[in-house]
Each structure stands twice: as C-alpha cells, then as structure tokens.
C-alpha cells in the first residue's frame, strides 16, 4: 500500500509539474497596436537656397562674376537684419562647358571647350518669416538666378513633437480598446510602450525654378507660410484578460 500511494503521489507530482510547463510555454495573451498622432503649428523660420550661376571664357573671369554677385548678396542679407550664424555656403562648383558637333560622315566631333560655369549658392536662414518675399525681390535684383526653394520649419519642434505623441498614445489605446471589446475580452494593463521615428520634416515649398533674373519683380515676392505637420507613432503592447 504504502509503495501504490507512493507511486500515486509521485504521478500526482509529475502531472501537477507538467501542468505548470505547459502554462508557462503558453504564449501570452496579448494585443499589439499602433498609434498615429499628428499636431501642427505655425512654422517660425523659413530656410532658402540662392544660387548665382556665371559664364565665362575662362574659370578666372566666371569666378570674378560669380564672387562679386554674391559678395553683393551677402551684404544685402546682412543689411535685412540675417545674422552671420544664418548664412552657410551649401554649395560650390566649377565646371568647364563643351560644344558638341557632328562630322559630315555621322560621326562625333571632340568636344569644343566653349567656356566655364561657376555656381556658388548660399543656404540663408530667415526668422522673420514677414521678409522673406523681399528678400528673395532683393537677392534676384542683385544677380541671383537660380534657387529659390523654400522650406518652413520650426525653431523649437518639442511641444509639437510632445502633442503629436500625446495623439499617438490615445489613438493607440482606443484602437486596442475596440480590438478587445470586438473580440469579447478584456484589455488589461500595458506591457511594453515604444516610440516610433517622427515623419520626415515637410519637403521644400518649391517655387518656379527658373532664370529669375530674366523677369525683374517690382514687387516683393508673394510668401505663404502656412502650418508646419509633425506625425508620429507608438506601438503599444497590452495583457488580455477575460474571454
């Protein structure tokens, strides 16, 4: 007798562990979802390339054109109140330009050296965006004749930033709670939370990138900054309970 019991309780105990492997192998009960969140302000810095192009017979004659147009530039910038911290050279090059002809029988002709090209831009940092429309009306009446994209943007993006995860969390927790009630379950308390990468900053407000040169403005160049959008995302891990 004493030897069945014995048996017996050692079943009793193999069972009982064997039990608790398996719940413990069990996969959680979990839901995972992802937030959206969104928030926006009016942006408080536009950001601008201007470009001086110049052709000439030799690189030396291009370069003196290209310097003494943005040399004029840079001035005329400071004397809109651009701080030196605002203006950072974005962009260089001297290129050589070639004339391309075909012999009579069809083929290439050697390229004809007919001159070089310079192009210097300078990246200009505005924070009053009001000026930005004469600005630009004064950079093209000094030479500037490329360039021109605008970017708006925002000094301080943290609360914004702070908002649109706000919105995240809660569209997150709302959609886990539909998720739980369609499923006839209960959501229970969060696992794990992690912060998704902010979306891209808003791509440049491209105006017309043309030779502005060839069309002398009268009047400031019409400006609309608008609102600047932050999305971001969170994924959120919740227990289930019930059901």
Same mark, same amino acid.
């Given at each position: 007798?004493?030897?069945?019991?014995?048996?017996?309780?050692?079943?009793?105990?193999?069972?009982?562990?064997?039990?608790?492997?398996?719940?413990?192998?069990?996969?959680?009960?979990?839901?995972?979802?992802?937030?959206?969140?969104?928030?926006?302000?009016?942006?408080?810095?536009?950001?601008?390339?201007? !470009?001086?192009? =110049?052709?000439?017979?030799? %690189?030396? /004659?291009?370069?003196?054109?290209?310097?003494? $147009?943005? &040399?004029?530039? @840079?001035?005329?910038?400071?004397?809109?109140?651009?701080?030196?911290?605002?203006?950072?050279?974005?962009?260089?090059?001297?290129?050589?330009?070639?004339?391309?002809?075909?012999?009579?029988?069809?083929?290439?002709?050697?390229?004809?050296?007919?001159?070089?090209?310079?192009?210097?831009?300078?990246?200009?940092?505005?924070?009053?965006?009001?000026?930005?429309?004469?600005?630009?009306?004064?950079?093209?009446?000094?030479?500037?004749?490329?360039?021109?994209?605008?970017?708006?943007?925002?000094?301080?993006?943290?609360?914004?930033? !702070?908002?649109? =995860?706000?919105?995240?969390? %809660?569209? /997150?927790?709302?959609?886990?709670?539909?998720? $739980?009630? &369609?499923?006839? @379950?209960?959501?229970?308390?969060?696992?794990?939370?992690?912060?998704?990468?902010?979306?891209?900053?808003?791509?440049?407000?491209?105006?017309?990138?043309?030779?502005?040169?060839?069309?002398?403005?009268?009047?400031?160049?019409?400006?609309?900054?608008?609102?600047?959008?932050?999305?971001?995302?969170?994924?959120?891990?919740?227990?289930?309970?019930?059901?």
């Amino acid at each position: 007798m004493l030897i069945r019991a014995a048996f017996l309780s050692a079943s009793m105990l193999c069972l009982s562990l064997a039990s608790a492997a398996a719940e413990e192998a069990r996969p959680p009960r979990q839901i995972v979802v992802t937030g959206i969140g969104e928030a926006s302000a009016k942006p408080d810095i536009a950001v601008t390339d201007l !470009t001086v192009l =110049r052709v000439g017979e030799t %690189a030396r /004659a291009a370069l003196d054109e290209a310097n003494a $147009a943005m &040399a004029d530039v @840079v001035a005329a910038m400071k004397a809109l109140s651009i701080e030196d911290r605002d203006l950072r050279t974005s962009g260089f090059s001297i290129a050589p330009q070639y004339r391309y002809e075909n012999r009579t029988d069809g083929t290439q002709a050697p390229p004809i050296l007919t001159g070089y090209e310079v192009r210097n831009t300078l990246s200009v940092r505005i924070r009053d965006i009001a000026a930005v429309g004469a600005l630009l009306d004064k950079a093209v009446s000094l030479g500037i004749n490329q360039g021109g994209d605008i970017a708006f943007v925002l000094s301080d993006p943290a609360p914004v930033r !702070t908002e649109a =995860r706000r919105e995240a969390v %809660a569209d /997150a927790m709302a959609t886990a709670k539909t998720l $739980a009630e &369609a499923s006839g @379950v209960e959501l229970g308390p969060v696992v794990s939370i992690a912060a998704g990468d902010d979306a891209a900053p808003p791509r440049p407000m491209a105006m017309e990138r043309m030779a502005l040169a060839a069309a002398p403005m009268d009047k400031s160049v019409p400006v609309e900054a608008g609102e600047s959008t932050l999305r971001t995302t969170v994924t959120m891990v919740f227990d289930l309970t019930g059901g």
